[in-house]
């Protein structure tokens, strides 16, 4: 699925997803994993929702719908100014003819979303990931990672 389609996809949900907190905490992990890999791959520091193309190509821009586009989206239960930056990140690295193809360091970032969990984030590295999940019992319990 194209990158930009995917992202206009992400919605609050109505009720929880099929994801466990298991689910959520491996996406997590592989976030900051991914994060840490793309600043050794492109020897520079960018936040954890930065943007690595703007280091080595910063006149690379998308197109005036896809950051129109970008701006509509709404993840699930807010989560600040991250969701815009990875967002934008995101598409970014997917357009990119040098990191197109490539593992998107968002991509763990835009499955939580995808799958109706929260992220907040603190000082541009410390993210904690909220979510709600269907017990055993069919009751709805709330957790974080």
Known sequence: MDALERIKRISP??????????DFRRAKAEGYRRWRETQELFKG???????????????????SEE?????????????GNCPSYALHSFLR?????????????????VEIWEHGGAISVEHAEFVDVSFAVRADDGS????RV
């Not at 949900?13 to 298991?22: I, L, Q, S």
């Not at 943007?51 to 197109?63: G, Q, T």
């Not at 950051?67 to 989560?79: D, F, H």
């Not at 690295?93 to 970032?109: D, F, K, Y």
């Open 13 to 22: 949900p109505a009720h929880p997803g099929v994801w466990t907190e298991e």
């Open 45 to 63: 520091e960018h936040g954890l929702f930065g943007d690595p193309i703007s280091k080595f190509d910063p006149a690379f821009e998308l197109s």
């Open 67 to 79: 950051l129109e586009a970008i701006e509509s989206i709404q993840v699930p239960r807010g989560g």
């Open 93 to 109: 690295w997917a357009r990119h003819p040098l990191t197109m193809g490539l593992p998107n360091p968002i991509e763990p970032w």
């Open 140 to 143: 709805v319990r709330y957790g």
